[in-house]
């Protein structure tokens, strides 16, 4: 290809300047030897490609990265999904030195891990923070040569510099330097973003995240985390390019850790029918017991099938129960106390 026209490129443009691919005819593409990127998470993201994880505030995204950083680089299960053990650089540029740290600690302390020498890097950015595009010559050379897995960048508002995270041509100018970094170091690259002001069920999950839609169409892995109508649990909704979809499912915050609740139900987010929180209090849990008593077991099912009571929930409210002194135990089956409350509708 003809590359006499670079010659009139400003000087400064071509310091940067990045020769193109060829165009390459059909069958030389279809007979070319390649092999897919290896993954870093099964079924949710490859080496090379970017992920965004979108929440609310205050919804535990730089614990979720946090667990998805040590997970990696352990080898570790993160939310059920296998990772592929690697090296990983978290780039922090909102938390201080001390509390990052003690987060690492907390989460590999509850996760049970070991992270192995050499297998996780820290570039702690707080104070620091500047376009992306001015710290990619020294991030280039802090990562060289490190055949990095898998790169956190948190939280991207910090990286925008003087864009404007509303304008479509800027974010699209920042998460190309986000490729650049994929491109450049092979790894996959994440970062977090928040989800703009207003009711987050009324609107698709693509489109929750704030700022220019250019957030939602450009990863290619999209992880969202919309709260649930129980406390402390949200509905996480993948958008996958490269991968078969994925049910939406609900993890709950049980500190330091974000873990699956099987038992919750993924539809139900909070303020989609636009009523308050779902609540469930002793009594209703205690109804159940007023046809048979039951084993813990068949109580918790029982629960779950009549109230869609999670796991967590019916251990709170049984330990209420237990406290209150409205159950009694014997052969391994709950009966419900009778109280002059109790008894008046039966």
Known sequence: MN???????????KKD?????????????????MNPP???????????????????????????LVDLALSVACG????????????????????????????CMDVAQAKEIIIPPGNLFVWNLRGHAADLSSIQSQLADELKGLDLSLIVVDPIYKVLGARD??????????????????????????????????NPAAKDSIDRISGSGVFARDPDTILTLTRHQEENRYVVEP???????????????????????????????????????????VDALLCILDVNPLTRKD??????QILCMSEATFKRLLAEARENGLVEQSDHRFRRVKTPDSSKGS
């Open 76 to 103: 570790a299960p993160w939310w059920g999904f296998e990772t592929q053990q690697g090296k990983v650089c978290y780039i922090n540029l909102e938390i201080q030195e001390y509390f990052f740290r003690q987060r």
């Open 3 to 13: 590359e006499t026209w670079t010659e009139e490129m400003p000087e400064t443009e």
């Open 239 to 281: 958008i996958l390019r490269n991968f078969p979809p994925v049910t939406p499912f609900v993890v709950q915050w049980l500190h330091p850790l974000m873990t699956r609740d099987e038992g919750a139900d993924a539809t139900e987010l909070r303020g989609a029918k636009g009523g308050r929180p779902k609540k469930f209090d």
């Open 17 to 33: 300047f990045v020769p193109l691919p060829p165009v390459v005819e059909w069958q030389q593409f279809a007979s070319k030897n």
């Open 165 to 198: 995270e509303n304008n479509a041509g800027e974010v699209a100018g920042m998460l190309n330097e986000i490729e650049k970094l994929a491109i450049k170091t092979g790894a996959a690259v994440v970062f977090g973003s928040h989800f703009a002001k207003g």
């Open 38 to 64: 290896d993954t870093v998470v099964s079924g949710i993201l490859h080496r090379g490609s970017k992920m965004v994880l979108g929440g609310g505030s205050k919804s535990f995204k730089t614990w979720t």
């Open 299 to 304: 109580w918790a099912e029982a629960a779950l």
